[in-house]
């Protein structure tokens, strides 16, 4: 505390500094006022800042806030990942702990670390709700009718909502670019039980050799495009296995490459469980660290 609110930056889902998604960990967020918490995320104003505090569940070694600029978030996968890798390189999980716990809004939330060095997070229960006019969708994302696959755009979650939009090719996710009046247009199209979709990000992808192909957009969470999305990456596990885009069943492996469009590779491991539980991993590669210098008042 002596010199300010200490931080880390990390860079997720990545093994090479300045590409995937940035994140920076404030390991001692007790120190940090609760009053403050979004402030800060906002002058950071990276895709998420968490803030590390001791959990009350003795099943789980912390509780993480997590903030994008605009808001806080119930669960969020880069900053499960990135924090995790933090909690033991700081020492506050024994390294060498091959399994651990950490609690976020959504609840528990099971990491594991594999022989590689991957992290990787369970995703939280899966839920379906609205699907959207395919028209309404293009039209929002300054593309054709013709650009999408014949599968209707839908409302998943898994305690980060998301709308997905499958297309045809990685060059038509490249071309895709959210608008967001048509974004509220795609939202009133919205057919069947659920929330409306207000708040939900935008997730376009395209099924390729690998796995998925794909971008992000979040403009009501004060992100214009995310580099890599673990939150969302789950659910678009479930959604491409459920209508037939990737092979799905115990042990089947693939790889989401995100981010590439903005400069910012980032590759999100997928790994189906035996229970079917589906598993997000990647790389966490260090970048910086720093202190935030407030006027004793602020504190």
């Known amino acids: 505390?002596?010199?300010?609110?200490?931080?880390?930056?990390?860079?997720?889902?990545?093994?090479?500094?300045?590409?995937?998604?940035?994140?920076?960990?404030?390991?001692?967020?007790?120190?940090?006022?609760?009053?403050?918490?979004?402030?800060?995320?906002?002058?950071?104003?990276?895709?998420?800042?968490v803030f590390v505090l001791p959990s009350a569940r003795e099943d789980c070694v912390a509780r993480l806030r997590i903030f994008t600029p605009s808001r806080e978030m119930a669960f969020a996968g880069h900053p499960t990942v990135g924090t995790a890798w933090v909690l033991l390189n700081e020492g506050m999980v024994a390294r060498g702990t091959a399994r651990f716990i950490v609690e976020e809004g959504v609840g528990p939330v099971p990491v594991r670390v594999d022989a590689e060095g991957l992290i990787w997070l369970t995703t939280p229960a899966i839920c379906y709700g609205r699907t959207y006019d395919a028209e309404a969708c293009a039209a929002a994302l300054g593309l054709a009718r013709g650009d999408l696959l014949e599968v209707a755009p839908q409302w998943v979650s898994a305690g980060n909502a998301t709308i997905f939009v499958a297309l045809k090719d990685r060059e038509t996710v490249d071309r895709a670019q959210l608008e967001v009046a048509g974004l509220r247009r795609m939202?009133?199209?919205?057919?069947?039980?659920?929330?409306?979709?207000?708040?939900?990000?935008?997730?376009?992808?395209?099924?390729?050799?690998?796995?998925?192909?794909?971008?992000?957009?979040?403009?009501?969470?004060?992100?214009?495009?995310?580099?890599?999305?673990?939150?969302?990456?789950?659910?678009?596990?479930?959604?491409?296995?459920?209508?037939?885009?990737?092979?799905?069943?115990?042990?089947?492996?693939?790889?989401?490459?995100?981010?590439?469009?903005?400069?910012?590779?980032?590759?999100?491991?997928?790994?189906?469980?035996?229970?079917?539980?589906?598993?997000?991993?990647?790389n966490v590669t260090p970048v910086g660290e720093g202190f935030l210098k407030l006027k004793p008042g602020q504190l």
């Open 187 to 282: 939202i009133a199209s919205g057919k069947g039980d659920g929330v409306d979709g207000a708040g939900a990000c935008v997730f376009v992808f395209a099924p390729v050799e690998t796995g998925a192909y794909a971008r992000m957009f979040a403009p009501e969470l004060g992100i214009v495009e995310d580099p890599a999305t673990g939150s969302s990456t789950g659910p678009l596990a479930s959604f491409m296995m459920r209508h037939g885009l990737v092979a799905g069943g115990a042990g089947t492996r693939w790889v989401s490459e995100q981010g590439k469009k903005m400069g910012r590779r980032s590759l999100l491991h997928v790994e189906i469980g035996a229970d079917s539980g589906i598993e997000v991993g990647g």
């Open 1 to 49: 505390m002596r010199d300010g609110l200490r931080y880390r930056v990390v860079d997720v889902f990545t093994e090479r500094a300045l590409e995937g998604n940035a994140l920076a960990v404030f390991p001692e967020g007790a120190a940090v006022p609760e009053r403050l918490m979004q402030a800060i995320a906002r002058e950071l104003n990276l895709s998420e800042t």
